[in-house]
């Protein structure tokens, strides 16, 4: 892991960020992190962001332009099935992976890319995840960060496991192996590579990344300071937050719905499931029909349903990255179940700040949180403590700014 120099005299940098999607709302993880992050450079450098805005953004554009950050709108249609089936089948001809790089390929991007470096070159340019390295010729010269927010391939192929349908299991292996070919050059084409945990940090250097940071998800602290530690909650309530669309998630509740609850619900009658995202399927929204269990969709807050919570389970068994909802359970004192791989990245310790479990044990202990307020209380003071010490995005968003300063020393 590189170590992070202070440089002076930098408040005057020109950084050019573009992102696949504008970061905002924040009702998903990889919005809260791009968003957080640029807040932070916009409040050191000169900052211009370039993304895709679809109809009915204006809204975000506005309180993205409230934060300091200049928005370099590039107006985009809603997808068409047919074109997106297009993309697909001529990156597979070239040998190039759609999911999670080639889906968010615009030419009207690189002509605002071209315009804008025209009109005063960076210093830097960020790129947000991988999916902007298609632009990567656009930056020659010009020293390039890439925050990575997953091992993309990694993320592809434990999604293909969870995939009921043979086709798609092969497909999404086949674009975890080209999605590995796309991480090599990231790291040859690269400055400064930022990465979320420190596992990544090693894979990524591991390809031959020669200054791979690690910048871990945070979290605003101040945020959820006023809610209390622990939970008294009636009836006890068991809550899951997540973007319904992503198929980890879906599959996560479905887990919880029909074979934690039930057996939950034989020692605590009226224990119930909150299930809370954007986008929720047919699949997930049936799930309402079983005893107990509550799908919200889309919320204008999270805050209440962190506060009316027992618990927050994470019941992942696919994804990477670290998780930014428990790192919110942290912060606003709520106690978390966990799996293994659902805080995997995470400084954390078992029955310290969280209790880890596998899937086969995950109804006994939900069960054993949901009798022992003691271990709620503990759990909680301890992991909120450790949100404020090493996650919150003020500090986190200080070694962003930093790597940034570096890039340009680097890039000499």
């Known amino acids: 892991m590189e170590k992070i120099k202070n440089n002076k005299n930098s408040d005057n940098l020109s950084v050019l960020v573009v992102t696949s999607q504008l970061p905002w709302p924040l009702n998903a993880g990889g919005y809260i992190r791009t968003f957080y992050l640029v807040r932070a450079l916009a ?14 953004e204006e809204s975000s554009i506005e309180q993205l332009q409230q934060q300091g950050i200049t928005v370099c709108r590039v107006p985009m249609g809603a997808r068409k099935q047919w074109r997106e089936g297009i993309k697909a089948i001529t990156s597979a001809l070239r040998g190039l992976p759609y999911v999670m790089y080639r889906r968010h390929d615009y030419q009207a991007v690189r002509n605002a890319i071209a315009d804008e470096v025209a009109r005063e070159r960076p210093d830097v340019a960020y790129l947000d995840a991988c999916d902007p390295l298609v632009y990567a010729r656009c930056f020659t010269g010009i020293p390039m960060v890439m925050d990575l927010h997953n091992v993309y391939s990694a993320l592809a192929r434990s999604t293909a496991e ?5 086709f798609l299991r092969s497909y999404l ?3 975890a192996r080209l999605l590995e070919r796309v991480e090599k050059r990231v790291c040859d084409v690269t400055t400064v590579i930022s ?7 090693e894979y990524f250097t591991s390809l031959g990344g020669k200054h791979v940071y690690l910048i871990p998800n945070g979290v605003d602290c101040s945020v959820y300071e006023s809610l209390p530690v622990g939970r008294s909650v009636n009836p006890p309530t ?6 319904m669309s992503w198929q980890p998630n879906a599959q996560a509740v479905h887990f919880l719905a029909k074979e934690v609850l039930p057996r939950v619900r034989l020692k605590i009658p009226d224990a119930r499931l909150q299930i809370v995202g954007r986008d929720p399927s047919r699949d997930v929204l049936a799930l309402q029909k079983l005893p107990g269990v509550e799908v919200t969709g889309t919320v204008p807050q999270i805050l209440p349903y962190l506060n009316g919570a027992s618990l927050l389970a994470v019941s992942l068994e696919a994804g990477g990255g670290t998780r930014l909802k428990i790192l919110e359970a942290f912060a606003a004192g709520l106690p978390v179940v966990s ?18 479990a596998s899937r086969d044990q995950f109804a006994e202990s939900i069960l054993s949180l949901l009798n022992d307020n003691a271990l709620q209380h503990r759990l909680a003071e301890r992991a909120r403590a450790l949100a404020l010490e090493q996650y919150d995005w003020t500090s986190i968003g200080d070694i962003s700014c930093r790597a940034v300063e570096d890039a340009v020393r680097f890039g000499q």
């Open 43 to 56: 409040r050191r450098f000169r900052v211009r962001l370039i993304a895709p805005v679809k109809p009915g």
């Open 162 to 166: 969870v995939q009921s349908r043979w």
């Open 173 to 175: 292996r086949r674009e």
């Open 195 to 201: 990465c979320v945990s420190e596992p990544e940090t």
């Open 238 to 243: 068991i809550l899951y937050v997540g973007a």
């Open 339 to 356: 799996t293994p791989l659902g805080c995997e990245g995470l400084r954390v310790e078992n029955n310290e700040h969280l209790i880890i």
